[in-house]
């Protein structure tokens, strides 16, 4: 069965970094697709961005385009979200997701989840 396990959150000040990583177990990370989603308090779940399985192509959502970036270690089946210049409109429950089929910014199209980790950017 695979299980995805999120660690790494924090509290971090507005234009700090912080980096949140998911590990794979149970299954090869590279014949997945992985994705990143986010949670903010009262509000629905949203994309953040995701790495395609075979090409590794890259597709992230428009308020983190530019700061945020996804990278795999196939060595340790490990996928990073690294997050630059955060803002306080970034905190939120940060999920990992996973699917064995292409890309996809739907999160109802992933079935493979973690339990999430909390993102905080004080101002």
């Known amino acids: 069965q695979v299980q995805l396990v999120e660690t790494g959150g924090g509290l971090v000040q507005a234009g700090g970094s912080l980096r949140v990583s998911c590990t794979v177990s149970g299954g090869l990370l590279r014949v997945y697709t992985m994705a990143w989603f986010r949670q903010a308090p009262g509000k629905e779940r949203t994309f953040v961005g995701v790495?395609?399985?075979?090409?590794?192509?890259?597709l992230y959502g428009e308020s983190v385009k530019g700061r945020f970036t996804i990278t795999r270690d196939y060595a340790n089946n490990t996928v990073d979200l690294q997050m630059n210049n955060l803002k306080p409109e970034d905190t939120a429950i940060y999920y990992c997701?996973?699917?064995?089929?292409?890309?996809?910014?739907?999160?109802?199209?992933?079935?493979?989840w973690g339990q999430g980790t909390q993102v905080t950017v004080s101002s």
């Open positions: 997701a996973g699917r064995l089929d292409g890309m996809s910014t739907q999160s109802q199209n992933y079935y493979y």
């Open positions: 790495s395609a399985r075979g090409s590794g192509q890259l």
